[in-house]
């Protein structure tokens, strides 16, 4: 179980364009969806958390209006990458999560195997 | 915020020897700390995980150690296998409204046959 699934894996655009990456929990509905971008060979760095319904909360120095995120339903978040330009060329991975257990729950988060964003 | 800071950033090991990686975060009101293994091109896999108010605990070869008062836990993998060479992150999370996870910078694993 906790399948999530990131599409596409890999997309290469021009410069000035927008990609669209979506993020799905396939076997549970997750409360919360998170966004992370991973350089080579470094740390997986939050930009924002999403709620399903609401607007993100992006980290400090995440500009909002390059990266949108949306999470309409409790299994689908997208990361929309505008107008795209080289230095936005990154790993980006999501995860998913919903609290388990209960009395004293945890927030498992299970990853999307990322996408390669290369721009040109 | 929160700050993980992880040692050590390679490690190397040969097979069957034990492997220690450690952590320590700043914030004491961290109660949820999961050890994540990442291998090439792949996805993070959640491996063990540790909350507050456990000291220990036991998966098969891997195990994680918290010690509150330091504000700092382990990583301890026993009998490596070249299997277990991979990226490894620790994380911790303060709970609340988004249980957003703060993680260590990581540790390549290298286990030699």
């Known amino acids: 179980g906790a399948v999530v699934s990131q599409h596409p894996s890999w997309v290469i655009c021009k410069s000035g364009t927008s990609v669209k990456i979506e993020c799905r929990s396939l076997?549970?509905?997750?409360?919360?969806m998170f966004w992370y971008r991973q350089f080579p060979k470094q740390s997986l760095m939050l930009m924002a958390t999403?709620?399903?319904?609401?607007?993100?909360?992006?980290e400090q120095g995440v500009e909002k209006d390059k990266f949108l995120i949306n999470h309409a339903s409790l299994t689908l978040s997208t990361l929309t990458v505008t107008s795209a330009h080289p230095e936005d060329s990154s790993f980006y991975i999501c995860?998913?999560?919903?609290?388990?257990?209960?009395?004293?729950?945890?927030?498992?988060?299970?990853f999307g195997a990322g996408t390669r964003l290369s721009v040109l | 915020g929160e700050n993980v800071e992880q040692h050590p950033s390679t490690l190397s090991v040969q097979e069957g020897d034990s492997a220690v990686i450690k952590c320590t975060y700043s914030?004491?009101?961290?109660?949820?700390f999961p050890w994540y293994k990442q291998e090439l091109g792949k996805r993070p896999q959640l491996i063990i995980d540790?909350?507050?108010?456990?000291g220990e605990k036991k998966d098969q070869r891997i195990a994680v150690t918290l010690n509150k008062t330091a504000k700092h836990f382990s990583l301890h993998i026993t009998e490596t296998q070249p299997e277990d060479s991979a990226v490894y992150f620790c994380a911790a999370s303060i709970g609340g409204s988004n249980y957003k996870l703060t993680f260590g910078k990581g540790t390549l694993l290298t286990v030699n046959p």
């Open positions: 076997d549970f509905q997750a409360t919360t």
């Open positions: 540790i909350r507050s108010n456990v």
């Open positions: 995860s998913a999560s919903w609290l388990a257990g209960g009395l004293g729950s945890k927030n498992i988060q299970y």
């Open positions: 914030d004491s009101a961290s109660n949820y």
């Open positions: 999403s709620n399903e319904g609401s607007k993100a909360t992006y």
